[in-house]
């Protein structure tokens, strides 16, 4: 629009200049209900757990059998040949072998729920913990290998030098020895899951037009808890989506800002709501040695406590922004919405001014269309511009971390190897093909009885997960599917025959705190960041 | 176009009233582009600072990429003064056969583009942290600095108050949003409320508000139709009914709302005016209230041209039945309540006896003196069980006159006059009457 420099078209007298309505371009959307649970009674809470690791066993262990005999098949060590076996408990001490199985992580800080029954505080989640290991006495944490059989007490130094968790599908070269430890020689995982085409479950659009100016924008975190201190960065947030915050001007490229037409969906990865809303509430359950907790105590529920605010001004931000842009909204720990994965999308009812752009109620069988305001589940999967998407609001990477050690091999902890761990962890949640392994052990999850749908049937090409302390981006690729060479290596990539599937991984950070935005461009996936802030200056400083 | 209005509009809102404008809520109020409401905040703050330096207050949007190395400014409320957020190598994970990728990719950063909001102040400085700049615009006018920018999400939000009533599809051009040619709206939804924050606390005491008048007025008319029974035969039959409804239930808000609206399906149609006056809220009317009562509060919708949609329609009159019906069932005590009702009325039509006109009183005296008997005719409510058009019993009461010839004039007359006196204590009144109904029939 402007015909001069930039500056000139914004610090200048009104001009009679016409403008022109800018279009936003078209957003191919295609979400997956992998993570929708059944509705209202088809609901069941009466399963037992355990069948959720029999079911991810039984789906992963062809997969890590696979990748093992490739690696494997006719390795030997002094002549002994490394032989399969199928369950934990056929393990021969001092035969060299190779087995599949769940880990299993005992770890003398990891809630257990025995302990709470217990001690009676079954009622109440338990707080909190940054880590499960208990770094003065490392030598507690116990690393088993089970399957339906038993279990195996896996040692040795490889298990260092691994991330693992509970819940994990693995396969472990070594041999029993004489304490009836299994010692680990070589681990394998099911390695990424095969990845699917581009486009392959949506048309593409047949101009390339569209996927080369298309961005997707990605947020978490935005954190609104009523109080008008939060809200500056989101009110920038929202004049840059909706085009009022100029982009760059027609002499400025690249290096500027996105043009804010380009970015056809925003998806929002959980925590909309503020926690210090739902932290005073529990802190008032909890009734924290209080005595001003107790004395408010009433039975039931208390009406005057609820404050609306948050979700109202949630409301009006999505509903302003829904006329130009379609979002996806994931709930997260702090959103309202059960607690427990999957969470199940945030109610349309939270949102009087919102839901008039969600999808029609769905009238009997066939898929209804997604809705512009789609309020989606978390962990979600689904297609957007043909890339397969597959997010959560954080709680997996959360904590998987709790489960390793925060300092690396050389014993460091450093601001950033925090943020390098969760990366880190989310490549080793693709490589399990498992991204939530800790449910249902740690991560409070629905007992799923016939199909565990955190085991990731396909890899997906970009990778997210919200409300992370900082913003990350990686890229990683997939072994080979088949490797010939018997030999046991680490850094076999050189082979550059075959495509590899590449994912995309990136943690978006919380925007409250950060005030970040994060674009990924619908054509390449390469990534970028606005940001939006307030200048501190001379008169907050004094 | 409203260009030449701006000044005034300026003038009167940051001059006069020291508020704070932003260009989205001068935008709005002007009804012009974003662009163009960007340079009239221009131009403004040019002009009258030149007339008077620092009369006039500016925030500003700076966009552009921000120096990697500069985060000594950029502390405080802009908390993110981390700035190696670039692609990182992943560090080779054990399990990595050929995941060594991004050695590479190592050397691209991630770009990052800063929309920074500075005081005027400040603006210098801020300038100093961008490596480039890509715009600049005013952001904001205000009187004077700003303490806290925080002060500007209120303006937001009161301008999304303001205009809640026009439909961002059907503006959005005009203010210079980006359009979406793809929008899906449901047309059938419901109007939605239009303003948030505000409204939150209103609800409780809705129901509240709209039964004070309603009291008022019939206690009022109670004491009316007491004092001066003259008066009330005009508007007498019906009305009485449902005058104990009112005054009993006084407290519990809700329900009396209910109950009031329910004597009127049992009276006829030809209920008074001033009765349906207070009460012809239908049946449902206390509900609608209650459930909705954010839209009838602001009947400025945010759609407006979407009129009450038939589905809506159609549930609230179920409703409605549903709660007559319910009334109907539950209504024991409420029985009892008709029965006191039932038992007014022909109180009441007694007044009419001795009133047709006060005079008569006295003449009857001497019809006494006489040992005459008196004569006259009253009015008395009478039940009758019909059904209606749901198909539902309904009991209804009807006024009817009877004739009537007794004795023993003048005892009566003492004892109503009681009610009279009390009458003015409103609630005693009330209660003096009902003594008075048993003593009726005692008598008869």
Redesign the interface.
């Known amino acids: 629009m402007g015909d001069d420099s930039s500056d000139g078209e914004f610090l200048r007298s009104p001009s009679a200049q016409q403008h022109e309505p800018v279009f936003r371009s078209p957003s191919v959307y295609n979400p997956l209900d992998t993570f929708r649970l059944p509705p209202g009674q088809e609901r069941q809470y009466q399963q037992q757990y355990g069948d959720m690791y029999f079911l991810r066993l039984a789906k992963l262990k062809p997969a890590v059998e696979k990748v093992a005999i490739d690696a494997w098949e006719g390795f030997s060590i002094a002549g002994e040949h490394a032989r399969h076996v199928d369950r934990v408990l056929d393990v021969r001490q001092g035969e060299l072998c190779w087995v599949a199985g769940t880990i299993y992580m005992e770890m003398p800080l990891k809630p257990n729920i025995l302990e709470d029954l217990m001690k009676e505080n079954f009622t109440l989640a338990p707080p909190p913990r940054p880590t499960y290991q208990d770094p003065s006495h490392p030598e507690l944490t116990d690393i088993m290998l089970e399957d339906e059989s038993g279990r195996l007490r896996l040692t040795g130094s490889k298990l260092a030098s691994v991330q693992l968790a509970t819940g994990v599908i693995i396969a472990v070269l070594g041999t029993e020895n004489a304490n009836g430890d299994f010692e680990a020689l070589d681990i394998k995982v099911p390695d990424l899951a095969p990845q699917p085409q581009r486009w392959e479950r949506d048309d593409a659009p047949q101009t390339s037009e569209g996927s080369k100016k298309g961005k997707i924008a990605l947020v978490s975190g935005l954190g609104i808890t009523g109080t008008s201190s939060d809200n500056l960065t989101l009110e920038l947030l929202a004049d840059y989506l909706l085009g009022y915050t100029p982009s760059s001007a027609s002499g400025h490229n690249d290096e500027s800002l996105a043009d804010a037409s380009g970015i056809t969906r925003l998806i929002i990865a959980g925590n909309s709501l503020g926690a210090s809303t739902i932290g005073d509430v529990l802190s008032l359950e909890n009734g924290v040695q209080g005595k001003k907790a107790a004395q408010h105590k009433k039975y039931g529920y208390d009406a005057s406590a609820y404050n609306a605010s948050p979700i109202t001004q949630l409301d009006s931000f999505l509903a302003e922004l829904l006329p130009s842009i379609p979002i996806t909204l994931m709930p997260g720990e702090t959103d309202p919405a059960n607690f427990s994965l999957p969470q199940q999308p945030i109610h349309r009812a939270m949102f009087p001014r919102a839901r008039a752009y969600c999808a029609p109620q769905p009238t009997g069988e066939g898929k209804a269309e997604p809705g512009w305001f789609d309020s989606v589940t978390n962990p979600w999967e689904g297609d957007v511009e043909g890339w397969r998407f597959w997010g959560s609001s954080g709680q997996n990477v959360d904590d998987v971390l709790r489960y390793l050690s925060f300092a690396d091999e050389d014993g460091n902890v450093s601001v950033d190897g925090d943020v390098e761990e969760r990366m880190r962890v989310m490549e080793a949640m693709l490589r399990w093909r498992c991204a939530v392994p800790t449910a249902p052990d740690t991560i409070w999850s629905y007992p799923f009885q016939t199909d565990d749908p955190f085991v990731m049937q396909a890899c997906p090409h970009l990778f997210f997960t919200g409300n992370q302390p900082r913003f990350k981006t990686a890229v990683i690729e997939g072994g080979l599917p088949l490797k010939l060479n018997g030999e046991d290596t680490e850094m076999g990539g050189t082979d550059e025959d075959a495509p590899l599937p590449t994912v995309r991984l990136v943690s978006i950070p919380k925007f409250k705190e950060t005030g970040e935005l994060v674009l990924v461009d619908a054509g390449t996936l390469e990534v970028e960041v606005v940001r939006f802030s307030a200048f501190a200056g001379k008169e907050e400083n004094q | 176009?409203a260009?030449a209005d701006?000044k005034k509009y300026l003038a009167e809102n940051v001059l006069n009233e020291r508020r704070p404008v932003t260009?989205?809520s001068l935008g709005r109020a002007l009804r012009v582009?974003?662009?163009?409401a960007?340079?009239?905040l221009?131009?403004f703050h040019?002009t009258e600072n030149t007339k008077k330096p620092h009369s006039v207050n500016a925030t500003y949007?700076i966009?552009?990429?921000?120096k990697i190395t500069g985060p000594t400014?950029?502390?405080?409320?802009?908390?993110?003064s981390?700035h190696?957020?670039d692609?990182?190598i992943?560090?080779?994970?054990?399990?990595?056969?050929?995941?060594?990728?991004?050695q590479d990719?190592a050397a691209d950063q991630?770009?990052?583009?800063?929309?920074?909001?500075?005081?005027e102040?400040?603006l210098e400085?801020?300038k100093a942290t961008f490596e480039?700049i890509?715009?600049?615009?005013?952001y904001s006018l205000q009187p004077t600095?700003?303490?806290d920018?925080?002060?500007?999400?209120?303006v937001?939000r009161e301008m999304?108050v303001n205009h809640a009533s026009e439909d961002?599809?059907q503006y959005?051009?005009q203010?210079?949003?980006?359009?979406?040619?793809?929008?899906?709206?449901?047309t059938g939804?419901r109007p939605?409320?239009?303003t948030?924050?505000p409204t939150?606390t209103v609800p409780a005491k809705r129901p509240a508000q709209s039964e004070p008048p309603q009291l008022s007025k019939t206690e009022t008319k109670e004491e009316h139709t007491q004092t001066k029974p003259a008066q009330r035969q005009s508007t007498p039959s019906t009305k009485p009914a449902d005058k104990p409804a009112p005054v009993n239930k006084e407290k519990g808000s809700l329900f009396s709302s209910f109950a009031k609206s329910k004597p009127k399906l049992k009276k006829e149609e030809s209920s008074t005016p001033a009765a349906s006056g207070a009460e012809s809220v239908e049946p449902s009317g206390a509900e609608d209230v209650l459930l909705d009562d954010a839209s009838e509060e602001e009947p400025e919708e945010?759609f407006p041209e979407s009129k009450k949609q038939p589905p809506s329609e159609i549930r609230e009159s179920r409703k409605e039945r549903e709660e007559r019906l319910k009334k109907m069932m539950e209504d024991d005590d409420d029985e009892d309540e008709e029965m006191a009702d039932a038992a007014e009325p022909p109180d009441e039509p007694s007044a009419p006896i001795d009133q047709p006109p006060p005079k008569q009183e006295e003449l009857k005296v001497e019809a006494t003196v006489r040992g005459g008997r008196r004569r006259g005719r009253r009015q008395v409510m009478k039940k009758a069980v019909k059904k209606d058009s749901e198909g539902y019993l309904v009991t209804v009461e009807e006024p009817s006159w009877e004739s009537f010839s007794e004795d023993e004039p003048t005892p009566p007359p003492p004892p109503r006059k009681k009610p009279v006196v009390s009458a003015p204590k409103g609630k005693a009144g009330a209660k003096a009457g009902q003594g008075n109904i048993t003593s009726f029939f005692g008598k008869k």
């Open positions: 176009m260009v701006f260009y989205r582009h974003s662009t163009l960007k340079q009239m221009y131009e040019h949007i966009t552009g990429t921000q400014t950029t502390n405080g409320v802009n908390a993110n981390h190696n957020d692609d990182e992943m560090p080779s994970s054990p399990y990595i056969s050929s995941s060594m990728p991004n990719a991630v770009p990052i583009s800063s929309v920074l909001l500075v005081r102040e400040d400085d801020a480039s890509s715009t600049i615009h005013v600095t700003l303490q920018l925080n002060v500007l999400t209120d937001g999304l961002p599809l959005g051009k203010w210079g949003m980006i359009q979406n040619t793809n929008v899906k709206r449901r939804a939605p409320p239009p948030p924050g939150s945010l």
